[in-house]
C-alpha cells in the first residue's frame, strides 16, 4: 500500500472518529505529506448568531388549502382574531384537474325539482386558546368580489352581509370529529332555500359555463366566529363543499351537485399586542433580541418572525483552504411558552431577507428560498423536535458558499413552511407561535494549520 494510501486511510479513521464521538472535540491535527503540512479538523459553536424579531410586510394568507376563524388571547402575543374568506367555485373532475359545467345529467333533463342545499365544514385539526368553550361560526355572503390576479394578505377583508345565512355552535368534540373527508362527520349547515333556489337556477345556464361567469354570479362565504370565542381554529377549505340537492319528477331518490371553494380563499389575522414585548413593533422593523430580554419571537400568520444575521464570518473568511464538513443552524424554542395547545410551529424555512427587512426574490421574482444542500441533497427545512425541543437545520453548504464568498447575506428569516417533493411554500394557514431562547450555529470544519 502506497504511504498516500495509508495517510488517507488514517485520516479516514480519525474523521469519523471525530464525528461519532460522544463529546464535541476542539480540534485533530492530522499530518499530510502529500499536501506539504497539517490539515485541522475544529469544531466551534462561536460563529455569533446576532437574532431580532422582525414585522415583516404583505403576509399572503391566499392561495392556502387551509384558514383561521374565531378569536383568543395569548399570554405572549396578545390578542389574536381570525375571519375566513372563500369563493364559491364550479364542480370538480380530479381525473382532468378542471372546473366542470354546472349541468344536471342528460338523464334527468327537464325532470328535476329543487330539493335543499346544505354546506359542509371541514377541520384541519389546528386549535389555539380555551377549547373548552364552545364556538358559534356564522356563514354570511360576500357582497364583494374577489380580484383573480391579487394575493390576499392578513391585512385583507371583503365586504360581506352582516346577517348571517347560516349560524351553528360546535364544541371542540364536533370540531375534532369533522376533521375526516367523511361527509357525515363534517359540521353542516343547511342555508335558505332562497340561496338554495339561486343556485338551482344557473345549472344550465350561461353563468354556470365557466368559472369566471359562475364566481361573479354568486361570489362567495365569509367565515366568521362570534367575538367572544376564546379559541382560534382551522378550516381545511379545500375539503370543504356545498351539496345542492334536487330529485326528479319520476322518483323519491335525492341527488345532489357538490360545488367547491377550489378558487380564491384566505384569512384575515387581526392582533393586539398592547400590553406584550412586542407592543411597539411597526412593519419592517426589527427589534434586537437584547430588547427583548434575549428572546425573539414568531408567529403564523401575522407576520412576526426572527431574523438572523452572521457578524463574525470575517474570522473562518479570512482562511482561504478552510472547508465546512458539517454546519447545523439549532433554534431552541423556550418551553415555558409551550404550554396547553400552544404547540409550536411544525416546520420552518429559511428566506434571505434585505437590509430593509423585505422578503428577497430572485430574478424569476419568486422567494428566495436558502433551498438546497447541495452535498447531502436535502432541502433546508427544519421541523420541530419534541423530543430535543429545536429546529434543526442542515447549514453545511450555504455556509461554505458564504464562507468562499461564492454568495453574500443581509440576514435570514424563518417562515412558516410547507415541503413538497420539488419546491418549498410559506404555509400561513395558522396562527402557531414560538418564543426562542437559543440560536447556535455549530461548525465542523478543516483547514490547514
Not at 222 to 241: C, M, P
Not at 287 to 311: A, D, E, H, R, W
Amino acid at each position: 500500500m502506497s504511504l498516500n494510501n495509508i495517510w488517507r486511510n488514517l485520516a479516514l479513521v480519525l474523521f469519523s472518529a471525530f464525528f461519532f464521538s460522544c463529546q464535541d472535540p476542539i480540534g485533530i491535527a492530522l499530518d499530510t505529506p502529500s499536501t506539504g503540512g497539517q490539515i485541522v479538523t475544529v469544531f466551534t459553536d462561536t460563529v455569533k448568531v446576532a437574532s431580532s424579531t422582525v414585522m415583516l410586510d404583505s403576509t399572503v394568507t391566499s392561495g392556502q388549502s387551509s384558514g383561521v376563524i374565531g378569536s383568543y388571547k395569548d399570554p405572549v402575543f396578545g390578542t389574536v382574531s381570525a375571519k375566513a374568506f372563500a369563493q364559491i367555485t364550479l364542480p370538480y373532475l380530479a381525473s382532468s384537474e378542471a372546473f366542470a359545467i354546472l349541468k344536471f345529467p342528460a338523464a334527468d333533463s327537464g325532470l328535476t325539482v329543487y330539493d335543499s342545499v346544505y354546506v359542509y365544514l371541514a377541520n384541519d385539526s389546528f386549535v389555539y386558546g380555551d377549547s373548552t368553550k364552545p364556538i358559534t361560526v356564522s356563514v354570511h355572503r360576500l357582497t364583494e368580489d374577489f380580484v383573480s390576479a391579487q394575493n390576499y394578505t392578513k391585512d385583507d377583508a371583503l365586504a360581506y352581509n352582516p346577517t348571517p345565512i347560516a349560524s351553528k355552535e360546535f364544541s371542540f368534540k364536533d370540531l375534532k370529529r369533522a376533521y375526516s373527508t367523511a361527509q357525515d362527520s363534517l359540521l353542516r349547515y343547511k342555508l335558505p332555500d332562497s340561496f338554495g333556489q339561486e343556485l338551482y337556477d344557473l345549472v344550465g345556464k350561461d353563468a354556470g359555463t365557466s368559472i369566471d361567469k359562475f364566481t361573479s354570479a354568486v361570489k362567495g362565504f365569509a367565515f366568521v366566529a362570534n367575538q367572544d370565542a376564546g379559541a382560534i381554529y382551522g378550516l381545511s377549505i379545500s375539503n370543504s363543499f356545498i351539496q345542492l340537492y334536487y330529485h326528479t319528477t319520476n322518483s323519491t331518490d335525492r341527488k345532489s351537485i357538490p360545488l367547491t371553494f377550489l378558487a380564491k380563499r384566505f384569512s384575515q389575522i387581526k392582533t393586539n399586542r398592547t400590553g406584550t414585548a412586542l407592543q411597539n413593533i411597526k412593519s419592517l422593523q426589527a427589534i434586537p433580541s437584547n430588547l427583548t430580554n434575549n428572546k425573539t419571537y414568531m408567529q403564523t400568520g401575522s407576520g412576526v418572525s426572527t431574523k438572523m444575521i452572521f457578524p463574525t464570518l470575517a474570522a473562518l473568511q479570512k482562511n482561504k483552504d478552510i472547508t465546512i464538513n458539517k454546519a447545523e443552524l439549532v433554534i431552541e424554542p423556550d418551553l415555558d411558552q409551550i404550554t396547553g395547545n400552544f404547540r409550536p410551529p411544525a416546520q420552518f424555512a429559511l428566506v434571505q431577507i434585505g437590509t430593509d427587512n423585505r422578503l428577497k426574490k430572485t430574478s424569476s421574482n419568486v422567494i428566495d428560498y436558502v433551498a438546497l444542500d447541495a452535498i447531502s441533497g436535502t432541502q433546508y427545512v427544519a421541523a420541530y423536535s419534541s423530543t430535543n425541543n429545536n429546529y434543526t437545520f442542515n447549514f453545511t453548504s450555504y455556509l461554505q458558499d458564504l464562507i468562499s464568498k461564492k454568495q453574500t447575506s443581509d440576514g435570514l428569516v424563518l417562515v412558516p413552511s410547507v415541503l413538497t417533493t420539488t419546491t418549498i411554500g410559506i404555509n400561513n394557514t395558522n396562527v402557531s407561535r414560538a418564543v426562542f431562547k437559543s440560536i447556535k450555529l455549530n461548525v465542523y470544519y478543516s483547514a490547514k494549520k
